[in-house]
């Protein structure tokens, strides 16, 4: 599955777009990627994000007797809260989030008629940075909590499984940066970890009625790095970055239906550019990810848009952003982005290793009010 999105948003001090990792955005009320880059912060701030994102995939499935593709409709919605001291010898971050997510899939097939498989998806995220100038250190822990429900057809033929996966998340950041004569350099380290539960719950194929339930313990770890180099000036920032984290060290015992399975490898490029005019600045990022590289305030879409992406699989994502207004006091904002990709991937429902060609179109909202000082 190859995807190629393009993503174009109107922003105004908005979380969605990252910082980067050389060097501290000139959009203040961006959280920090690398800890070591906290320090080069001009403002302390803290800041208040909703927003909401819809997504609606048509996929060209022609197996099973299905009757015009499936259609798949993805509804999010998250609050952040995030806030941050000024750069010193001791400067401090924190996130906080919460999201949930629906995604239902509109089924019409020649033997069971018209029907939805629903899924739905929640997740909290905490996460702070302690910066000491010359070291910074990160820690993040998230959980992510699902259940999926399948059924087809009615007695004496009945398919029906329910599955409710809870994953809890730790991630541990150190990392450094620096600038010489205007260009910047910035490094960091990471360890992923993950526990869970996944279970299982069988229906009777005859009468229709819940049967045996299995729980599946499973954990993961995973190892990664980014690097980053880039230019900055008083109205101009550059940046070029690479994240890489490492496949999942799977442990899990029991699986007997193969459905437990850890991330693979997979790298985030990434390039930014930002210029500022007065009150006025301007950016624009373009990222390439090849597999799921996942951030841990990401783990919905990741998982209910990108969890079939593979090692070898790329996506493109652009963004642009603008910001105008005083660096003191209460600043109110808002965003809009659109995206299209088209894809060629295997059906969830259908797993049979054949992949059929996709749409996916996306539109994001949202708003923030943010307090600098």
Avoid: C
Wanted: charged share 20%; aromatic share 12%.
């Amino acid at each position: 599955m190859n995807i190629y999105a393009g993503v174009v948003s109107a922003l105004l001090f908005s979380s969605p777009v990252f910082a980067q990792i050389a060097d501290g955005s000139f959009f203040p009320s961006v959280r920090s990627i690398n800890p070591g880059i906290a320090h080069q912060r001009k403002q302390a701030l803290i800041s208040l994000d909703v927003s909401k994102k819809d997504i609606h995939k048509d996929h060209a499935v022609t197996t099973g007797g299905i009757v015009g593709g499936v259609q798949t409709d993805v509804a999010l919605q998250k609050n952040t809260l995030f806030g941050a001291t000024k750069g010193s010898w001791v400067t401090f971050e924190a996130l906080v989030d919460r999201e949930t997510g629906d995604k239902t899939e509109h089924i019409n097939s020649t033997t069971y008629g018209v029907r939805d498989v629903k899924n739905s998806a929640s997740s909290n995220y905490f996460g702070g940075i302690l910066d000491f100038k010359i070291l910074g250190l990160g820690y993040a822990t998230a959980n992510y909590d699902t259940f999926y429900k399948f059924r087809v057809g009615e007695p004496p033929d009945v398919s029906a499984k329910d599955m409710h996966t809870v994953l809890n998340y730790q991630m541990l950041k150190a990392g450094t940066a620096f600038n010489i004569g205007g260009f910047t350099f910035g490094a960091f380290g990471m360890n992923k970890t993950s526990t869970g539960d996944y279970t299982y719950t069988f229906y009777n194929p005859t009468t229709g009625n819940p049967g045996s339930t299995e729980v599946w313990p499973a954990k993961t770890s995973a190892n990664g790095y980014g690097v980053g180099l880039g230019y900055t000036s008083k109205t101009l920032r550059l940046e070029v970055s690479q994240e890489h984290m490492s496949a999942d060290d799977l442990t899990a015992n029991d699986n007997p239906l193969e459905i437990i399975k850890g991330a693979p490898a997979s790298s985030r490029l990434s390039g930014a550019a930002e210029v500022r005019f007065g009150k006025l600045a301007l950016g624009v990022r373009v990222r390439n990810y090849t597999g799921n590289f996942t951030d841990l305030e990401d783990l919905i879409p990741s998982n209910l848009l990108y969890g079939e992406m593979g090692e070898s699989d790329t996506r493109l994502e652009t963004s642009f952003n603008f910001a105008f207004g005083s660096d003191k006091g209460f600043t109110f904002s808002g965003f809009y982005s659109q995206s299209e990709a088209k894809t060629d991937e295997e059906s969830t429902i259908f797993a049979n290793g054949v992949t059929y060609p996709a749409t996916t179109k996306s539109t994001a909202y949202g708003v923030n009010v943010s307090y600098y000082f």
